[in-house]
């Protein structure tokens, strides 16, 4: 699985969009981009991913670069709730089963 | 929703007793995944499953076996429980889509 480099924390204002950003120069063709979050003391929760095309959902949106060197994760309008460490991650989807390689990540405080 | 259940929240265990961590899912995913997560390492991959009575180890294996008798539920074991085992533990799921979907953990202490 290719390489991904996030920044280790961001802040954001509450009411406001937090753009997180993610490098994955080493992405190859087949493979997704997924965002993962994990609020302090709980399990990782699957956010959005995508291969190429933008991507939006209830959570969040996700742009990726017309290279797919790059992306980012948008939330429109960052809560409280919403500060946690945010994980970029670039897999492959395939038939059997496929551990996810979880980097360090960027931590996100949102502030009041 | 995808719900992935956890047996216990927190539990502590002795030095060389025998550990069970049981996981639930609801969705008839077909893969089952035990982590453990560390500060500064991240979450790592004990075991994972695809099938009923199938499973793979992942990159740390050692001291840890599992079970998987029912399409439903994935138990993480420890044999004999050391203090070096003490660490958060997460079950997840998944179909053949590769989003997974975690349980809330349980933390585990070994004294």
Redesign the interface.
């Known amino acids: 699985d290719a390489k991904t480099t996030q920044p280790p924390s961001m802040d954001c204002a509450e009411g406001r969009a937090a753009n997180l950003p993610c490098n994955h120069s080493t992405i190859s063709g087949n493979e997704y981009v997924y965002w993962y979050r994990q609020i302090h003391s709980q399990g990782p929760q699957y956010i959005i991913h995508g291969l190429k095309n933008n991507e939006t959902n209830e959570m969040a949106s996700l742009i990726i670069t017309e290279d797919r060197k790059s992306s980012t994760l948008i939330l429109p309008h960052a809560t409280l709730r919403d500060t946690a460490v945010y994980y970029c991650i670039v897999s492959l989807i395939s038939g059997s089963a496929r551990q996810l390689t979880f980097g360090s990540g960027t931590q996100l405080t949102v502030l009041p | 929703d995808v719900k992935?259940t956890q047996s216990s929240r927190y539990l502590v265990k002795r030095t060389g007793e025998k550990v069970f961590l049981e996981c639930v899912q609801d969705m008839d995913h077909?893969?089952m995944?035990w982590y453990r997560q560390d500060p500064g390492l991240?979450?790592r991959?004990i075991y994972?499953?695809?099938d009923v009575k199938m499973k793979?180890k992942?990159d740390i294996p050692e001291g840890y076996s599992v079970s998987r008798e029912k399409k439903e539920r994935f138990s993480l074991i420890l044999e004999s429980a050391s203090t070096n085992q003490t660490s958060m533990y997460?079950?997840?799921s998944?179909s053949?889509?590769?989003?997974?979907?975690?349980?809330?953990?349980t933390?585990l202490t070994v004294t």
């Open positions: 992935v077909e893969n995944f991240g979450l991959l994972f499953s695809y793979e992942g997460l079950c997840a998944s053949h889509r590769a989003e997974q979907y975690f349980g809330p953990g933390r």
